[in-house]
């Protein structure tokens, strides 16, 4: 099994887990922490313990130090200063970039891309096709559109990418439309060594145990690796997803149905939708707008959902949206990276599985991945493949590849220890005082909906929950006294914990409020320490509320 971190928080900064440079989360041990991070949008290197040179975060919030070294090198190639006014994005394809240019350049503003890659006579080995990257410049003014469309579509490059094309930059040629950005290779390769393995049996291995995982429990949905498609992260998934069922143009309509992912709305919006309409998905009411809306002649080409969503832990009723979508036509699109498929059977209901396996199926915090997986009895199959076949790209670099298979090799049993540790916490929290309410899919009428999509032999009720105290104070005093690793993502074979309302919607408190998603929910990732210590753990920040609460200290 991979390693699994010790449940104590790390100073602020601090990657989880610490001392991996390729860690996808980063400390953020108290709740005052959160509100700088999201104030200034970054961690000031004064406030961290011993004055970090190096601050990570989430690949997607967060530009990593190897991508930020490998921008620097670019620019100063192309005899470009950071100082100039200009700004360096790199991504890994050509259609990557011109995505990005078509939706951040303005004029008068401009987007140039350029190419970096091996001169001919010093490409020795199919592999080397992934040592090239194409960085776009652009003016400091298209700053905040485009560190959205990092953020949204996890089209970047990733940190293990950007460290090969660092190690080789000095073998790499620049070509570009624009003369000055033309520049020859400073080296050329001369031995035939190989520098990078394929990665090609990795994937094959990863898309297998999805292929597996996903079959149905009864065997009917028999899931092949040709079923799978792999991709650098969930967010990149839902993406390619979406832009390949919008392929046919800007008439075709969607709904997002639930409390999505705040990037997942985001991607609904930018993909090329003629409409896009969201529902809530609280209570059965939304449920009976839909189908009258439906009844009455409104087509839609596909439905977004989660199972369940991420913090609220409501859940889509998948039978009653399946017979919608037979009725009427349209393609159901469920994220089912909480529940994953070790916990959850899907495939009778769903057409399309996206997942991101960053979080449980990865579980090290280490590699960022996402999937996409076609139910081969959907009545729209050849499709779908279709159109994803129209746009997909593998762009999963190798060595992430080979991490994620190394990682989710004892998938199954990890989950089925988070499960069997989440469910004491579960019910520890449930019976405090202090707690006005715990979400997670073993309470209350979610429940009943879960259970029937619920793994029979080997499904739990997976590891992620919601905490909403009483008095919102006492979110703050809990989140403080935790004695966890405290940052974004879940599914960590470490417990982890984070004010995701606060993180994921900082700038839009109101709008999540008015959705239930309460800005000072903890969101609480139960990981595989030891049972006991985690227990006591808890037991030990409830008991600082009630002191907070008992003497407003």
């Not at 194409?134 to 970047?156: C, K, Q, R, S, V």
């Not at 090609?200 to 028999?222: C, F, M, P, W």
């Not at 916490?425 to 999509?453: E, R």
Request: aromatic share 10%; with cysteine.
């Amino acid at each position: 099994m991979p390693a699994t971190a010790q449940p104590y928080a790390q100073f602020i900064g601090v990657p989880l887990l610490p001392e991996d440079r390729h860690a996808v989360s980063v400390s953020l041990p108290t709740w005052e922490s959160v509100i700088q991070y999201k104030k200034d949008g970054k961690i000031q290197k004064s406030e961290m313990k011993f004055n970090r040179i190096r601050i990570y975060g989430y690949p997607r919030f967060h530009i990593h130090p190897a991508i930020e070294a490998l921008s620097q090198e670019v620019m100063e190639r192309l005899g470009l200063e950071m100082e100039c006014g200009l700004r360096c994005m790199v991504f890994p394809t050509e259609s990557a970039a011109m995505r990005f240019k078509a939706r951040v350049q303005k004029a008068p503003e401009r987007v140039d891309i350029v190419h970096f890659a091996l001169p001919t006579e010093s490409v020795k080995f199919p592999e080397d096709r992934w040592i090239h990257f194409y960085p776009t410049i652009f003016p400091i003014e298209l700053n905040d559109g485009a560190m959205a469309h990092w953020t949204e579509t996890g089209d970047g490059v990733s940190s293990r990418q950007a460290d090969i094309c660092l190690k080789y930059f000095n073998y790499l040629q620049s070509i570009s439309a624009i003369g000055s950005y033309l520049t020859p290779a400073q080296r050329y390769r001369i031995q035939d060594e190989e520098w990078m393995p394929s990665g090609e049996q990795d994937k094959d291995a990863v898309k297998e145990l999805i292929a597996n995982l996903t079959t149905s429990e009864d065997g009917r949905n028999q899931v092949g690796v040709e079923n799978v498609l792999l991709s650098p992260s969930g967010m990149n998934a839902i993406c390619t997803v979406s832009r390949a069922l919008s392929i046919g143009g800007n008439q075709d309509e969607v709904v997002g149905f639930g409390w999505l992912y705040g990037e997942t709305r985001s991607i609904l919006e930018y993909s090329n939708w003629g409409k896009v309409t969201f529902y809530s998905g609280r209570g059965t009411e939304d449920l009976d707008s839909l189908e009258a809306s439906l009844a009455s002649g409104w087509r839609i080409r596909a439905l977004f959902c989660e199972f369940p969503n991420n913090l609220l832990l409501g859940l889509p009723d998948l039978s009653r949206i399946r017979a919608l979508a037979d009725k009427y036509r349209f393609i159901v699109v469920c994220d089912d990276s909480v529940s994953t498929p070790v916990n959850t059977d899907l495939f009778p209901f769903v057409d399309i599985r996206v997942a991101s396996l960053t979080k449980m199926f990865s579980g090290a915090c280490n590699v960022t991945g996402g999937s996409v997986t076609v139910n081969p009895l959907s009545p729209y199959y050849t499709e779908i493949q279709t159109g994803l076949y129209e746009v997909f790209e593998d762009t999963l670099f190798p060595l992430d590849a080979i991490a994620l298979r190394i990682n989710s090799v004892d998938m199954v049993d990890r989950v089925r220890r988070a499960n069997a540790n989440a469910m004491p916490v579960v019910q520890l929290l449930s019976n405090h005082s202090s707690v006005a309410q715990v979400n997670h899919p073993s309470l209350g009428s979610v429940a009943k909906i879960y259970d029937q999509h619920r793994h029979q032999k080997r499904g739990g009720y997976g590891q992620l929950l919601g905490i909403i105290f009483r008095n919102p104070s006492s979110a703050e005093i809990f989140y403080d006294a935790l004695d966890v690793c405290k940052g974004a993502s879940f599914g960590t074979n470490f417990t982890l914990c984070l004010p995701h309302v606060m993180v994921g919607h900082f700038h839009e408190l109101e709008f999540a409020e008015t959705h239930g998603a309460m800005r000072h929910t903890l969101r609480l990732s139960v990981g595989l320490e030891d049972r006991a210590e985690l227990l006591k753990i808890v037991t030990k920040a409830l008991e600082a509320v009630k002191e907070y609460e008992k003497t407003g200290r």
